[in-house]
């Protein structure tokens, strides 16, 4: 079993602080319940001092301002940090992968994958921070105008449990590259992985304060980021109720917000489909981590002709997935915490009162520990749109299954919930392919393929209740600077 080190202090100014509190909170290993580890618990003066370590990252100390020793490092010279912590996390993706799997239950797989994915932005990102231009614009005669591509300043970054080393790569990937200095506060239940890749950025070659990580809890910690003056700009990724509120305290100065809150994503499967392709992307994208995936397929809309026949077939894959401990590496991990799994039991059960047909069902090991949070993946079939099955973020493994007629009701229910992440769509139809893109309601739309997670190159956001803003690709460069229109008058 992996041995971490007992207790975990912040990260500011490129070193371990105790929190001004001295006060810890437990880390539990969801495959077994126990506390194995501790982390600190930040309040709000030391979120305050991170960002004061950002501000001097970014600034300096003097009145010139982007003067500290990141604000005006070159653009080549921030990719080449960037590409050397990627190498860096790379040659530690085992023992990264094992803290991560250890913290939030992932099995090793996934969790190597997403340390893989994380080294991944830092490799795109390192290699696009010089190449972020802005443009010259026709304007009046005996006028230049040219536009600048400018960091905010400091950001701060609400970082969710359920990918922890993907979102943090995405979103502080693209906030580096762009010349930010960044603040950090990881989920409670999954903070172990990020303490340890902020120390690689700093034998990377980051500056002191370039990168802060400030653990705690997120009504204290997180809610004192979001309200931090200091904060130029925040990305949060989490749940629409806790989004809500960052933006409001945010709003209180003026400071704006990208803001990822997961979906309750659609796939489409035609009669034309070829569904033995369809069927493992069906079952991994809503299996891949338990469930807990922001861009999970968690509804599987099918066309009737082909409804019993595709709902058999998910059933038999269903009926042979196995949850066990993180270690044994099987299709799924417990969920992250007790919290969690009571959440997707109470769906079940409103599923189970409510008469829904429970058409397979995966298993849970034997030898999984007691205390572990697990939960078998679950089918249900003949899900009604409007069920609150059918119409909200459940992040546990359970796909619900609804047949529809045509198209236009195929569309209608894509789009039927206050939801708008992404969607899958499986069908030969050309046509209606691009019709059926156009039309659907999300930020990402996949046609016969689906990339739950991962994607560092593609662009990534919601419409409605699953938020605003890009990240992923070169858009997130766009979202972490803003523009400087500068016009001269030369005759
Ligand atoms: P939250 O949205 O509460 O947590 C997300 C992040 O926000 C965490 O870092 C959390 O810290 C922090 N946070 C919590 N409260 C505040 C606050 N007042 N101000 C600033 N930051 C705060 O999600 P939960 O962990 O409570 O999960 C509940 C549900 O949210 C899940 O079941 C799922 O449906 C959804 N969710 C969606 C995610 C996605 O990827 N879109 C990711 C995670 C959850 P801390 O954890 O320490 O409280």
């Given at each position: 079993m992996l041995q971490v080190a007992e207790r975990h202090a912040l990260f500011i100014d490129n070193d371990t602080v105790e929190p001004v509190s001295g006060e810890s909170l437990p880390v539990v290993?969801?495959?077994?319940?126990?506390?194995?580890a501790q982390i600190a618990r930040a309040a709000a003066a030391d979120v305050d001092r991170a960002v004061r370590a950002a501000r001097r990252a970014y600034d300096?100390?003097?009145?010139?301002?982007?003067?500290g020793p990141w604000g005006r490092a070159d653009a080549s010279e921030r990719g080449r940090v960037l590409r050397r912590w990627a190498d860096l996390i790379d040659a530690h993706r085992e023992a990264l992968a094992a803290i991560e799997s250890r913290d939030t239950g992932k099995p090793l797989t996934q969790a190597r994958a997403d340390a893989q994915a994380l080294a991944r932005y830092f490799e795109f990102y390192g290699g696009a921070a010089d190449k972020l231009h802005g443009q010259t614009i026709p304007y009046r005669h005996g006028y230049t105008v040219l536009t600048l591509r400018e960091p905010h300043g400091v950001t701060g970054h609400i970082i969710p449990w359920n990918y922890p080393m993907q979102i943090f790569g995405r979103s502080v990937g693209a906030a580096l590259a762009a010349g930010n200095a960044c603040v950090v506060k990881p989920a409670e239940d999954a903070c172990l992985s990020l303490l340890r890749v902020a120390q690689l950025g700093a034998e990377a070659g980051?500056?002191?304060?370039?990168l802060n990580v400030v653990t705690g809890l997120g009504g204290e910690a997180g809610q004192a980021l979001a309200e931090h003056?200091?904060?130029?700009h925040i990305s949060f990724t989490g749940s629409p109720d806790t989004g809500r509120r960052v933006a409001q305290a945010a709003a209180a100065h003026h400071c704006p917000v990208t803001l990822e809150l997961g979906g309750k994503s659609p796939q489409l499967v035609f009669a034309d489909a070829d569904i033995e392709a369809a069927l493992p992307v069906l079952v991994n994208a809503i299996v891949q981590n338990a469930g807990q995936t922001?861009?999970?397929?968690?509804r599987v809309l099918i066309e009737a002709s082909v409804y019993h026949q595709v709902v058999g077939m998910l059933a038999d894959r269903f009926n042979s997935l196995r949850a066990g401990p993180?270690?044994?590496?099987?299709d799924l991990g417990p969920l992250v915490s007790r919290r969690q799994q009571q959440r997707v039991w109470d769906f079940l059960s409103e599923a189970q009162a409510g008469g829904l047909d429970f058409a397979a069902q995966g298993v849970v090991v034997?030898?999984?520990?007691?205390e572990g949070f697990y939960q078998a993946p679950v089918l249900l079939a003949d899900?009604?749109?409007?069920h609150r099955l059918a119409q909200?973020?459940?992040?546990?493994?359970v796909l619900a299954a609804t047949r529809f007629e045509n198209e236009a009701q195929a569309v209608a229910l894509a789009n039927g919930t206050p939801y708008g992440l992404v969607a899958g769509l499986w069908t030969r139809d050309g046509a209606r392919q691009l019709r059926l893109a156009r039309q659907l309601r999300a930020g990402q739309v996949f046609v016969n393929n689906y990339g739950a997670?991962?994607?560092?190159?593609l662009p990534f956001g919601g419409i409605g209740r699953s938020g605003y803003g890009r990240e992923k690709g070169f858009e997130a460069l766009y979202a972490f600077t803003t523009l400087k229109t500068v016009a001269l008058r030369h005759g």
């Open positions: 290993d969801p495959s077994d319940g126990r506390v194995f300096g100390a003097g009145t010139e301002p982007a003067a980051l500056p002191a304060g370039a003056r200091g904060i130029d922001c861009s999970a397929g968690s993180a270690h044994d590496d099987l034997d030898d999984a520990p007691a899900v009604p749109p409007t909200e973020e459940i992040f546990g493994p997670g991962g994607g560092v190159e």
